[in-house]
């Protein structure tokens, strides 16, 4: 039967996720301008709405459904997850399909069946899905027709998530996970890489908002910011730890690895702010706390504690050359940094899993290039990463692309709109609407 | 009657008022406003990025008060609210038709302190 335990661990795991997706509508909402604060908010939001429904649907089935031997695609097997309550009824114990789908030898090593109930991963998943989702909406804050933005998500998650989760954790014969060998122990290139490169794509297509560059753009309520960052920083030991499927040692070790390269994220980044502008800021040091906690993601449970320490210390910096001066050198308008926190910090994850990984914790045969000496692991690593760009960039741009001509050739709303402030011109919702008290 | 609005900074509120409180002038209207003058903005730094920011935030305070205490008033709003440095403010004086107190109709001078 089940193991109490675990099943516990995982519901109370799969918990911690789901409320990924509203912290970071806190995270972004208090970046947002006072006046695109409901928006900004709301997308997150409305990615729960969207992913829980498609989800259901098709992309849970479609991500981890099939047998297990094709490299690309789950199947259709488990579409509206229809036969999943009847399994439940009829005590799911022996599945070693759906046990080859989450593709972790570690864990199946020490269970010969499922430990926990099937349903939890479809929940945990679909958690996954969504907070991915929203992820997304830090790019396109302030200018994006709100319909177009949910129908992005929704196709977003069949086309470019689904398939990119069974390609990495699909098992064996997963294209990324599998064939080439690269590592991703909690979503660093599954959540983080995709959502953050098909951020950055989206918002080329949307272009930037209206005198960007020359007006200028202040978080309008510092406070909000923190409370989404320490939720976050809260549900990612769910998103990390979790990703163990089992409340044993290698849980534990995410876990500590979590704590350590958001630690680190955070104190590396106070210090690039204190060398560069002399004054270290809260903003600075949420954004460090959730770029380390971007960086561990890969390799949470593949290395050793001191290595999460070295990824934390890192990334901040690099992520902060990427919010600033890449970001205004290239002139991409990345509005609430998606892709320079995630995007960025997904890819240096990836790579340096590649560097840190303790041979006997990985999933292949491959180790870092600090125990082995050899490059293996880390070359998996960067063709898996290659592989999800280009086919994120692909898709994304198709995807975007055909939405903007179904939208009557722009992704955007209106000047007018975008002046006013989109909570006003598309929601009909202020945020602050008592500013004096006067009701 | 005169009205008397002071733009000045919003640390020198508490000690304007106090020194407005010695020369017996305790109503005022005090709100806040974003404004600039000689003194330029402040810069300020985003993840890295520099966010210039023109207008300063300022405190504006309103006295209505009889002709003969409006140079005595000025005075002392100027004393309290000097610093020497470029952002201390203006004090405008311009005229007041009526005054009516709303509790007693009292009008003109007798509604004035």
């Known amino acids: 039967m089940f193991d109490t335990g675990t099943s516990a661990f995982m519901l109370v795991s799969t918990m911690l996720v789901a409320l990924m997706t509203p912290a970071l509508a806190f995270f972004y909402g208090g970046l947002a301008r006072r006046k695109n604060v409901v928006n900004t908010m709301l997308l997150c939001i409305a990615c729960v709405g969207i992913v829980g429904v498609v989800w259901v649907l098709i992309g849970w089935s479609l991500a981890y459904g099939g047998d297990g031997e094709n490299p690309f695609i789950g199947g259709f097997d488990q579409i509206g997850l229809l036969g999943l309550t009847q399994q ?34 479809v ?35 069949v086309i470019v998530y689904a398939p990119l989760a069974h390609m990495v954790w699909g098992g064996d014969a997963s294209f990324i996970g599998g064939v080439i060998g690269a590592l991703d122990f909690a979503g660093g290139d599954v959540v983080h890489i995709s959502s953050g490169v098909s951020a950055l794509i989206l918002c080329i297509f949307l272009g ?46 995410a876990l500590i690895n979590t704590l350590v390269a958001s630690a680190a994220g955070c104190f590396s980044w106070m210090l690039v702010e204190y060398f560069t502008t002399k004054k270290p800021t809260l ?157 | 009657m005169k009205k008397i609005e002071a733009v000045i900074r919003p640390e020198k509120l508490e000690v304007v008022k106090d020194a407005l409180l010695d020369i017996h002038i305790a109503g005022m209207s005090v709100s806040q406003i974003m404004g600039c003058g000689l003194q330029h903005g402040w ?17 504006n305070i309103t006295i209505v008060a009889r002709d003969e205490r409006v140079d005595e008033i000025i005075d002392c709003i100027r004393a309290a609210a000097y610093t020497g440095d470029v952002g201390d403010g203006k004090i405008f004086v311009s005229p007041i038709e009526q005054v009516i107190r709303i509790r007693t109709g009292e009008r003109d001078g007798d509604a004035l302190a």
């Open chain 1, 123 to 157: 929940a945990f998943q679909m958690a996954f899905a969504m907070i991915s989702t929203a992820i997304m909406s830090g790019a396109v804050a302030g200018r994006m027709k709100f319909g177009p933005m949910l129908i992005f998500s929704g196709i977003w998650v």
């Open chain 1, 283 to 439: 903003i600075g040091a949420a954004t460090g706390l959730i770029s380390g906690l971007v960086v561990i993601t890969p390799g949470a449970g593949f290395v050793e504690p001191l290595s999460a320490l070295v990824m934390g210390l890192i990334v901040s910096p690099i992520c902060f050359w990427g919010m600033s001066r890449l970001k205004a050198r290239l002139g991409y308008d990345d509005a609430l940094d998606a892709f320079g926190c995630h995007g960025i910090g997904g890819i240096v994850g990836g790579i340096l899993t590649g560097v840190f990984c303790v041979p006997e914790l990985s999933w292949t045969s491959s180790g870092g290039l600090i125990y082995t000496g050899s490059f293996d692991l880390i070359i998996s690593q960067v063709l898996g990463i290659v592989v999800t760009l280009m086919y994120v960039a692909v898709s994304v741009s198709v995807i975007s692309f055909l939405l903007k001509k179904c939208c009557g050739g722009s992704l955007r709303v209106s000047r007018d709109e975008e002046s006013l402030g989109l909570d006003v011109s598309v929601h009909g919702e202020s945020a602050y609407p008592a500013f004096l008290g006067l009701d």
């Open chain 2, 43 to 59: 810069s300020e730094y985003v993840r890295g990025s520099e966010i210039m920011l023109q207008m300063m935030p300022k405190v």
């Open chain 1, 88 to 121: 439940i009824i009829s005590d799911s114990s022996n599945m070693p399909g759906i046990l080859t789908a989450l593709g972790d030898p570690a864990s199946v090593a020490s269970v010969d069946k499922l430990s926990y109930p099937h349903a939890i991963d």
């Open chain 1, 208 to 253: 930037t908002r209206r005198g960007y560059g020359a007006l200028t753009y202040r978080p309008h309520n510092v406070p909000t910011t923190l409370l989404g960052a320490g939720l976050l920083w809260f549900g990612w030991f769910g998103f990390n730890a979790g990703s163990a499927f089992a409340p044993d040692g290698i849980a534990a070790l």
